[in-house]
């Protein structure tokens, strides 16, 4: 029986898809993003790996056993606002919670930008100040009822911001994720009121300690949901009706997927759903060479992304920032700027610049021929014979030098008074620069050293520029993986199902006291630990993928009890133990002061466990992949040479096809591998290996 299982990343310039067939072999397909109908590009990449199996498109869907993507239509939505109508409602006195903020906190600029008092602005929040509701209701911290909620107020504010516009409703009362009824109530009403809006329950999104950021991800969940509900609604129904049986499922920000039907119901958790592809992506590349330390670097048409995984594990940030503002949704840490294959070059008072702006798909960098006319890294990749114009995407589509070369005269080299050539040069110069300085934000700002770390160099531009920038940074070496040009869809397509559940309660010891486990019960965590396990299965269970196995991970928030912040630390037993108790309460104070500094603890001050975390990973149902290929002679033969233009001169390099790269084999800079969707070069006095898995080693010291 014939069988496939695929994944899509749908980005801002090109749509990658890997097909992995019956047999564990992965196959790659590239095409253009379509801007206003993305499932295009998806369809148009199936078409190549149906055509290349003989088959009919609806055939090669149909024996489609899972199909996963990554979308970039949440984040595009919070950086260009362009999102639902939303209004909310508060528990009265409390309206003003998402424009009070938290001072320094809801900035995302770094210390001396926060104390700039007189230049300091707060982000606009997604919602305007006349779309916000009080409603008298009191819940305690315990969670009992102080005083009832006033349904016939509530009634009043729902059909109030229903008259006013609103198009998605959030609802954040205060103490909520302690007593959730009163907004179960309140979403009752709004069905009641406009049966078709769309609700966020905050004790339903985030049912955690802190209004604001529970506030703060309702609303903006509102603000998305509409808009991601109805693209997954649109994919779904244009892949059913070409052929796929089953759902798609959509990449999350914490680096595990799920069906696309819930992705509206929990909108925030895939802003990062195609970066963190490429990271899960890295992860399998660094245990292919067995590195535990990976910096993660993809440059695509339009950004450049960074990721870390860190002794084995992918980099987890608890909080996502956005537009200057946090949002309380565990992600795998993901850094970006605008530097990319796309990325326009221009002169402002005389000087040479790079970005952010991008050419994107439409019209896409000069040499396209597609109506551009301002030069971008592309086109000076072409000019400096980096880039083959003959090869792009395996040759079905030809690139103008002519064009390139003129617009960088013209628009760069004129202006500058240099040549051409030295114009080209300074493009790439400035985007490397650009990309080595946010490894660095990434890694050194972490108290991480780049050297300690191997680069996984992927997306279309990114094996193209590593040799540069990697060589910069001074890490161990450049890896650039055989699926280099898609290994955000490799990475999406070898991810699980991951649910995460979380609850806020308060477990404490008391100042002076040693014996924690006295206080803290064993059975009390077990027990929190148990229900929040019940839910995760209830979850996995209604997204109907079917698993093989699913893993439990079990996190504590603690903190020393004068403390406001928490600090996350991994459960290593379960269930636990009264002596187990103990040595998680050591685990955070070692975890504290390696992180604060030694004698940084105040275990006298007493524990308090605020918060506890579980994340369950199904592991979903595939064939493995056959990744390793047959031993070789290693003995590589180029296949013809061409110009280089590196350091101010030029270079006669030997350029390798994919044919001629054999495992074992190596490859001696300057040099070019011209794959099918992307270029990989060796520069100037560098030597590449090739090893087993025909993932090109670049050794840069």
Not at 618 to 628: D, F, I, M, P, T
């Amino acid at each position: 029986m014939v069988q496939f299982f695929a994944s899509s990343d749908i980005g801002g310039t090109f749509t990658d898809t890997t097909v992995l067939d019956g047999d564990g072999i992965l196959s790659r397909y590239k095409s253009s993003t379509v801007p206003n109908d993305p499932v295009k590009g998806v369809l148009a990449t199936f078409e190549l790996a149906a055509a290349e199996r003989d088959m009919t498109l609806q055939e090669f869907l149909s024996a489609m056993r899972l199909f996963a993507h990554g979308t970039t239509i949440a984040t595009n939505s919070v950086l260009t606002r362009n999102g639902a109508k939303v209004g909310v409602i508060h528990t009265k006195g409390f309206g003003d919670t998402l424009f009070i903020m938290k001072a320094y906190k809801s900035t995302g600029l770094d210390e001396a930008a926060r104390k700039n008092f007189r230049k300091l602005t707060k982000p606009t929040p997604f919602l305007d100040r006349t779309m916000v509701r009080e409603v008298p209701e009191r819940v305690d911290y315990k969670g009992d009822v102080v005083l009832k909620l006033d349904e016939d107020a509530a009634r009043d504010a729902v059909r109030s911001l229903i008259a006013a516009g609103a198009e998605a409703l959030a609802v954040s009362l205060l103490w909520s994720f302690k007593f959730p009824d009163h907004e179960q109530r309140l979403k009752q009403i709004i069905q009641e009121e406009a049966p078709d809006m769309f609700v966020t329950l905050s004790s339903d999104i985030l049912p955690r300690l802190g209004e604001y950021a529970r506030s703060q991800t309702a609303v903006l969940n509102a603000f998305l949901g509409p808009k991601v509900k109805q693209a997954m609604t649109s994919l779904d129904a244009a892949m059913r009706a070409t052929g796929l049986p089953r759902e798609p499922l959509l990449m999350r920000s914490n680096g595990g997927v799920m069906a696309a039907g819930k992705a509206a119901d929990e909108a925030v958790s895939i802003l990062l759903s195609g970066p963190v592809g490429g990271v899960v992506g890295a992860h399998l590349v660094g245990r292919m060479v067995g590195s535990g330390n990976v910096i993660s670097t993809d440059m695509g048409g339009t950004s450049f992304d960074v990721g870390l995984i860190v002794d084995g594990r992918p980099l987890i940030q608890r909080e996502t920032f956005m537009e200057r503002q946090p949002l309380a949704v565990p992600s795998v840490t993901v850094d970006t700027i605008g530097a990319g294959g796309g990325s326009l070059a221009f002169v402002e008072n005389g000087r040479l610049r790079v970005g952010p702006e991008s050419a994107g798909a439409v019209p896409g960098p000069v040499c396209y021929g597609a109506g551009g006319t301002r030069p971008t890294v592309t086109d000076a990749d072409v000019v400096l014979g980096v880039v083959n114009p003959d090869n792009f995407l395996g040759g079905r589509m030809r690139l103008r030098a002519d064009l390139a070369h003129a617009a960088i005269e013209e628009m760069i080299a004129k202006p500058l008074g240099i040549s051409v050539e030295e114009a080209a040069s300074g493009i790439k110069r400035i985007v490397d620069s650009h990309m080595a300085d946010l490894v660095r934000q990434a890694t050194v700002h972490r108290g991480y050293d780049p050297r300690d770390f191997v680069l996984v160099a992927f997306g279309g531009a990114g094996p193209t520029h590593a040799y540069s920038y990697g060589t910069d940074l001074g890490v161990k070496s450049v890896i650039v993986p055989r699926t280099a040009s898609v290994l955000s869809a490799h990475g999406i397509l070898i991810s699980d199902l991951v649910v995460t559940k979380e609850t806020s309660q308060s477990i404490i010891s008391p100042p002076g006291s040693d014996e924690f486990s006295k206080f803290m019960k064993a059975e009390d965590i077990n027990a929190i630990f148990a229900g929040l396990e019940a839910e995760a299965r209830v979850e996995l269970e209604a997204q109907g993928v079917p698993v093989e196995a699913v893993r439990y991970e079990r996190y504590v928030d603690m903190r020393f009890r004068p403390q406001i912040f928490d600090l996350s630390v991994d459960m290593q037993t379960f269930p636990l133990t009264p002596p187990d108790v103990d040595t998680l309460v050591e685990h955070f104070i070692v975890s504290y002061e390696a992180r604060f500094g030694t004698g940084s603890s105040f275990r006298t001050a007493g524990i308090d466990m605020s918060a506890f975390r579980l994340v369950a990973t199904a592991k979903l149902e595939r064939v493995e992949q056959s990744g390793e290929v047959e031993s070789s002679d290693g003995i590589m033969t180029p296949t013809g040479s061409r110009r280089l233009y590196e350091a101010g001169a030029w270079h006669d390099a030997a350029i390798f096809d994919e044919g001629a790269v054999k495992a074992g084999g190596t490859i001696t800079g300057p040099a070019i591998v011209e794959l099918n969707d992307t270029t990989i070069v060796v520069g100037p006095g560098q030597k590449a290996l090739v090893d087993r898995f025909l993932n090109i080693i670049i050794k840069t010291n």
